[in-house]
Antibody, heavy 122, light 106 residues
Framework: EVQLLESGGGLVQPGGSLRLSCAAS????????MSWVRQAPGKGLEWVSTISGSGGSTYYADSVKGRFTISRDNSKNTLYLQMNSLRAEDTAVYYC???????????????WGQGTLVTVSS | SYELTQPLSVSVALGQTARITCGGNNFGSKSVHWYQQKPGQAPVLVIYRNTNRPSGIPERFSGSNSGNTATLTISRAQAGDEADYYC?????????FGGGTKLTVL
């Protein structure tokens, strides 16, 4: 059974940093691309970033490019999202998602974690 | 930037067929994926690559993509189908979600 468990969310001040983690199990982690998708309170889904199975390719939404960094440790079956220069508009539930294939490109998000809440406020 | 257009809400009578549309330019060349999200829960993939159902998704859920519109069809709608539904595509190297459609089963 695929399981994705996010951690690291919390309250942070504007301009601050936070690192999210996602522990994956139930599949061969290194064979699949992974992504982060967020959802602001009461709003729709917004894609944040994708990383290929090998970690060699990464993609970012314009809204986070230059501030967020996605990475993975295939030896630990763990996905990360380093978030710097946080803004109020980054407040959202952040979902860790597994993608259907190894590259991620054109693929759907076939499994989702339960999400971790990030609140950016002074 | 690429945009996907969904109706804010769709209503369907219990047992009838609901159709949720998703519009975008040059849609026919793109693979459209659909997600269901119930209140307080994470989204679930219900249709991928326009017409394919993941294992565990009832046959009542189907998808199509023609011209500039993709459609998620839910046959014999049940109370448990009440949820928000999102379409999604890749455009170049970015992911785009539609704004979401709230399905109400009357």
């Amino acid at each position: 059974e695929v399981q994705l468990l996010e951690s690291g969310g919390g309250l942070v001040q504007p301009g601050g940093s936070l690192r999210l983690s996602c522990a994956a199990s139930g599949f061969t982690f290194s064979s699949y691309a992974m992504s982060w998708v967020r959802q602001a309170p009461g709003k729709g889904l917004e894609w944040v970033s994708t990383i290929s199975g090998s970690g060699g390719s990464t993609y970012y939404a314009d809204s986070v490019k230059g501030r967020f960094t996605i990475s993975r440790d295939n030896s630990k079956n763990t996905l990360y999202l380093q978030m710097n220069s946080l803004r109020a508009e980054d407040t959202a539930v952040y979902y860790c998602t597994k993608m259907y294939g190894s590259s991620g490109w054109l693929q759907p998000f076939d499994y989702w974690g339960q999400g971790t809440l990030v609140t950016v406020s002074s | 930037s690429y945009e996907l257009t969904q109706p804010l809400s769709v209503s369907v009578a219990l047992g009838q067929t609901a159709r949720i549309t998703c519009g975008g330019n040059n849609f026919g060349s793109k693979s459209v994926h659909w997600y269901q999200q119930k209140p307080g829960q994470a989204p679930v993939l219900v249709i991928y690559r326009n017409t394919n159902r993941p294992s565990g998704i009832p046959e009542r859920f189907s998808g199509s993509n023609s011209g500039n519109t993709a459609t998620l069809t839910i046959s014999r709608a049940q109370a448990g189908d009440e949820a928000d539904y999102y379409c999604q595509v890749w455009d170049s190297s970015t992911v785009v979600f539609g704004g979401g459609t709230k399905l109400t089963v009357l």
